[in-house]
């Protein structure tokens, strides 16, 4: 097992690079579905160092449930760094199930209440809430539902409304919340994974700008209804949708001005992988790399220590 158990900790480095990169260079989609993608397998990945380290952590514990033969000198000398690693492994992982679990129960309760807060309106696919705060978020579970109050319509012109239903239509229909959500937690079990969740929350957003500008047919349409939907809500206070707080909102989402002039100059390309003759392309590589190793090296330390305590368990 040796040394390789502790590269999924700090392999997460690696996409570092890739983030802001991904954010400027690829399609909306491709760097939504590919910065996911490594958050996952790399928090993933080191949850599992975690557990590994713990076993060992937890064999030298008196009184541990563990067969006697898990804490022999022979087992120790095989896993090396246990008498530190493997102690400290116990309270951390423990705080990553904490936290991850105290994330994903947030995320139901705020769905509930905002689902509670609807059940007087007709269960149309679009809730027009009457609030003096303007606010729109696309609310998921079921078919999903696009949350949006008077205020906000009441200052957009028609052809800015049909950009706003657009921009929610897609957060629901691409399933963002979920990207996002994975995110999130793959943060929480690895700090060193932050700046990719601050990536993925604005690719999200520019993701469902540009299906909106497909769907309007209009790139600066989308732009102008962001734009004054973003002059309206400093205005709103904190008072607001309950629940609404929970979800991503039209134009409070990734920074309003990035998204405006991203809207405002050519359409992304399209390409599904960037070249590796660019500078993005060398960065997604190297995350790609680094997520391979971090998983091959989990991998390799679970059967080693796998076939470690068999070997040490008495029959």
């Known amino acids: 097992m040796g040394i390789f158990v502790f590269l999924p900790l700090v392999l997460p480095l690696t996409a570092w690079p890739v983030a802001r990169l991904a954010e400027q260079r690829l399609h909306p989609r491709t760097a939504t579905r590919l910065l996911s993608g490594v958050a996952g397998v790399l928090a993933l990945c080191s949850t599992l160092c975690l557990a590994l380290l713990m076993v060992v952590g937890t064999a030298q514990l008196p009184g541990n449930p563990l067969p006697d033969g898990w804490s022999d000198p022979e087992v120790r000398a095989a896993v090396p760094y246990d008498e530190v690693a493997g102690k400290a492994a116990i309270p951390a992982l423990i705080a990553v199930v904490a936290v991850c679990a105290a994330t994903a129960r947030r995320h139901v309760r705020v769905r509930r209440r905002a689902e509670r807060a609807l059940r007087g309106l007709p269960p149309t696919p679009v809730a027009v809430v009457a609030d003096p705060v303007p606010y729109a978020f696309a609310?998921?579970?079921?078919?999903?539902?696009?949350?949006?109050?008077?205020?906000?319509?009441?200052?957009?012109?028609?052809?800015?409304?049909?950009?706003?239903?657009?921009?929610?239509?897609?957060?629901?229909?691409?399933?963002?919340?979920?990207?996002?959500?994975?995110?999130?937690?793959?943060?929480?079990?690895?700090?060193?994974?932050?700046?990719?969740?601050?990536?993925?929350?604005?690719?999200?957003?520019?993701?469902a700008d540009e299906e909106a500008a497909t769907a309007v047919g209009s790139r600066r349409t989308v732009a102008l209804a962001i734009g004054r939907s973003a002059l309206l809500a400093p205005a709103a206070g904190s008072a607001g949708f309950p629940g609404g707080a929970g979800f991503a909102g039209f134009a409070v989402a990734g920074p309003v001005p990035r998204r405006v002039a991203a809207l405002l100059a050519p359409a992304p390309a399209g390409a599904v992988w960037p070249s590796v003759f660019t500078t993005v392309g060398l960065a997604a590589w190297a995350a790609a790399v680094g997520t391979t190793a971090s998983a091959f090296s989990s991998a390799n330390s679970a059967v080693t220590l796998f076939l470690i305590l068999r070997a040490a368990t008495p029959m």
Do not use: K, M
């Open 139 to 207: 609310l998921p579970g079921g078919r999903g539902r696009i949350v949006v109050s008077t205020a906000l319509l009441d200052g957009l012109e028609p052809a800015e409304r049909r950009a706003l239903f657009a921009h929610e239509r897609a957060h629901l229909a691409c399933r963002h919340h979920r990207f996002v959500l994975t995110v999130q937690l793959a943060a929480r079990a690895n700090p060193f994974l932050r700046p990719l969740l601050t990536a993925v929350t604005y690719t999200t957003e520019r993701w």
